[in-house]
């Protein structure tokens, strides 16, 4: 089950921790949040791209625990002033 998880960690800060099954590597060979990731839709927007359109948004499938500093922010909703009109 984790393994198909898995495949949503891509990306993620933490990603790091689920290759490290390699020789020589010491300590955790799986991310600690993957055991308990739950597979959610989230929306996505580039770090420094403004919230002000919905169009700067996309729908995707994640781990609750995903987290791209730098990269992406995960929104479990779109921002309330972009709500309004937009069927879910």
């Known amino acids: 089950m984790s393994e198909d998880k898995q495949q949503y960690c891509a990306?993620?800060?933490?990603d790091f921790y689920?290759?490290?099954d390699e020789p020589g590597f010491d300590?955790?060979?799986k991310c600690w949040s993957l055991?308990?990731?739950e597979v959610v839709t989230r929306?996505?927007?580039?770090?420094w791209t403004a919230p002000t359109n919905v169009s700067v948004f996309q729908k995707?499938?994640?781990l609750d625990c995903h987290h791209e500093p730098g990269q992406f922010a995960?929104?479990?909703e779109l921002p309330e002033h972009l709500r309004e009109g937009v069927s879910k």
């Open 74 to 76: 995960f929104f479990k």
């Open 27 to 29: 300590g955790a060979t």
């Open 35 to 37: 055991k308990d990731a």
């Open 60 to 62: 995707v499938k994640t």
């Open 43 to 47: 929306y996505r927007i580039h770090w």
């Open 18 to 20: 689920n290759h490290r």
């Open 11 to 14: 990306g993620c800060r933490d």
